[in-house]
């Protein structure tokens, strides 16, 4: 199974919609971010937590927001999807008790908006 | 503000050739990573540079670390189709311990036969 999970694969929504994009780890780690993907672009940080209780956002925050049910589970809600909102998202784990604090990712969300 | 520049965007070359992506960084970074990404898939951690002088390997892939010219290296040799991937590399600013990474745009790597 995998140690980074995330659902929905793909989406396709409608402009004005609300959306919710999960993600899970098993690997036990205390940091989850949340990235998008645009070509050319590369990834953008948009939320990271530390833990359960510790949410920041990243470079892109505005018109996304984040829950940290569990130390394990880590949710992404567009609240009013626009279509320059379409990208691929990724979600993203790591330990901070590790030196390298290398991050790892799932495999990725494609959202739609229309 | 980090920011990070990759070169080239786009490398095409021949299988058994040797090449180079060079990534450079505006502003002090504590750690450089690299990761690959093949074509509709997640990304995959590669090396991560610790320290000005690092140098890492993997099959045909090195990488290496100079902190006083803000660059990282990712050579490649005697290049195989399997490489074929696009290469990111992402730097974290020190106070954040590795945690907000800024990303280059990525390099687009076409082995041919």
């Known amino acids: 199974d995998a140690d980074v999970t995330q659902t929905p694969r793909n989406r396709i929504t409608k402009t004005g919609k609300r959306i919710m994009l999960e993600c899970s780890q098993t690997?036990?780690?205390?940091?989850m971010y949340w990235y998008r993907q645009d070509p050319g672009l590369g990834l953008r940080l948009i939320y990271y937590s530390f833990d359960v209780k510790d949410i920041n956002k990243g470079e892109i925050s505005d018109g996304y927001s984040v829950s940290r049910q569990a130390q394990a589970k880590f949710s992404l809600s567009l609240e009013s999807a626009i279509p320059n909102q379409t990208a691929l998202y990724f979600c993203?784990?790591?330990?901070?008790?590790?030196?390298?604090?290398?991050?790892?990712f799932g495999p990725g969300t494609r959202l739609t908006v229309l | 503000e980090l920011k990070v520049e990759q070169n080239p965007l786009f490398l095409s070359m021949q299988e058994g050739k040797n090449y180079t992506i060079y990534c450079n960084y505006s502003t002090t970074s504590d750690r450089l990573y690299w990761y690959r990404q093949d074509p509709g898939k997640s990304l995959e951690s590669l090396f991560v540079l610790l320290s000005n002088g690092a140098v890492k390997q993997e099959g045909r892939l090195m990488a290496s670390l100079d902190t006083k010219a803000r660059l990282s290296t990712l050579h490649i040799t005697a290049a195989v189709h399997d490489l074929s991937a696009t290469y990111f590399c992402?730097?974290?600013?020190?106070?954040?311990?590795?945690?907000?990474?800024?990303f280059g745009e990525g390099t687009q790597l076409t082995v041919n036969p």
């Open positions: 992402a730097g974290s600013p020190p106070s954040t311990s590795g945690s907000r990474l800024t």
């Open positions: 690997k036990g780690h205390d940091r």
């Open positions: 993203a784990t790591s330990d901070r008790a590790t030196r390298a604090d290398t991050q790892y």
